[in-house]
Each structure stands twice: as structure tokens, then as C-alpha cells.
């Protein structure tokens, strides 16, 4: 069981079930969305979240570099960034500073190692892509470790 909620409370979720996928991401959007260098999302299948006070709002971007539509679910009191999620895939991203359990999870998938910005270094176990994972091919980066 997972669990969560942004800085006001006023949203508040959770878990049943376990991540099916961990990943930083270092896309130009979601350096620009988060305000900072990457996002670090814990996905969760959208059958097995259960939000308990109010539900975020959404911000959707139609007009993103990468192609298709990304939306930003935030908290609109203290501006938390709940997560995103990405129309057609039935799993939501959570951003992993509003999980309880954060720091007992560890993530070595990166993604749009391409777009990275220049101070950032990967633990000793990470995977780095050069993009995203559904219009990238899958291939990896030579990074310094
Ligand atoms: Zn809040
Ligand atoms: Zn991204």
C-alpha cells in the first residue's frame, strides 16, 4: 500500500497495488513544468489510486516538442505538483516527493538523457535513455559515472 498528498492536504491519496514502472525524466517539458532539472515519477496503474479529499487539477498541454498531449496535475492551493498524466496510457505518474514511502524507493530507469542539463550525474546503477519511451528506439547513452 502506497499513500501520498501534496503540502495543503487538501489532496490526499491511496495505493493499492506496486509501481509498474520508475523513471526521471529530463525532457525539456518537464524541466519546464517542474520549475527544476528533471521529474522523478513513480507510476501506478489508474484502477488502483484512490484519491481521498479533492482530486488535482489538471493542466493539459497540447503543444508539447515530443508530440503528443502531456497533462500537469497539480495542487491549485499549494501548487504541489501531484504528477502527470499522459492521455492514452492507462497509468498515472506520481510525483515521487508526494509519496509517504519516497525515500524507500530507489529508480535507475532515466529518460531523455539527450535533453539533460549539463551538472547532472547518474548513480552508479542507472539506465539512461537518449529519449522518451514511446517515440524513442530504446537506445542507451554512454554517460560517466
Ligand atoms: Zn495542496
Ligand atoms: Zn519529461
Known sequence: ???????????????????????????NWCQKTSGSAFRSFVLFNEKEIKYLGKKPTSYEDKKTDHGRSMINLFCSNCGTLI????????????????LDQRKDINITDNIWGEEALQFINYSKDAEV????????????MKIKK
Open 129 to 140: 535513455y537518449k529519449k522518451g519511451y514511446w517515440n524513442g528506439t530504446g537506445e542507451k
Open 1 to 27: 500500500m502506497y499513500s501520498g498528498r501534496c503540502k495543503c492536504e487538501d489532496i490526499s491519496f491511496e495505493i493499492k497495488g506496486k509501481p509498474t514502472w520508475k523513471v526521471n525524466c529530463n525532457c
Open 83 to 98: 504528477g502527470i498524466k499522459v492521455p492514452s496510457i492507462d497509468e498515472q505518474h506520481f510525483s515521487i516527493g508526494v
